[in-house]
């Protein structure tokens, strides 16, 4: 895992930048490329297992702010958090 994370902050010539901004990076328009874009990062960040991250040892406030964007999010945002 911690592996994984490291490789997002290395330039990726796959994409043509680093994975951590490829996955910030917000969808600006609702057409199928940017669905298709979207579901690559959800099945990314499967394949790396974020989905078994243990945020327990976040602190309360971060959870919180987390918690917070997650509940800000669009439909058409959910893919680019």
Do not use: C, N
């Not at 796959?14 to 690559?40: N, Q």
């Not at 702010?65 to 439909?75: E, I, W, Y």
């Amino acid at each position: 895992m911690r592996a994984d994370l490291d490789r997002l902050l290395v330039h990726d010539p796959e994409i043509g930048m680093p994975r951590l901004r490829w996955l910030t990076t917000p969808a600006v328009e609702a057409t199928a490329s940017a669905i298709g874009v979207s579901i690559e990062k959800l099945l990314y960040l499967r394949a790396v297992d974020a989905h078994h991250l243990d945020l327990s040892i976040l602190p309360r406030e971060r959870r919180r702010f987390l918690a917070m964007v997650g509940r800000r999010s669009t439909v058409q945002g959910a893919g680019t958090a």
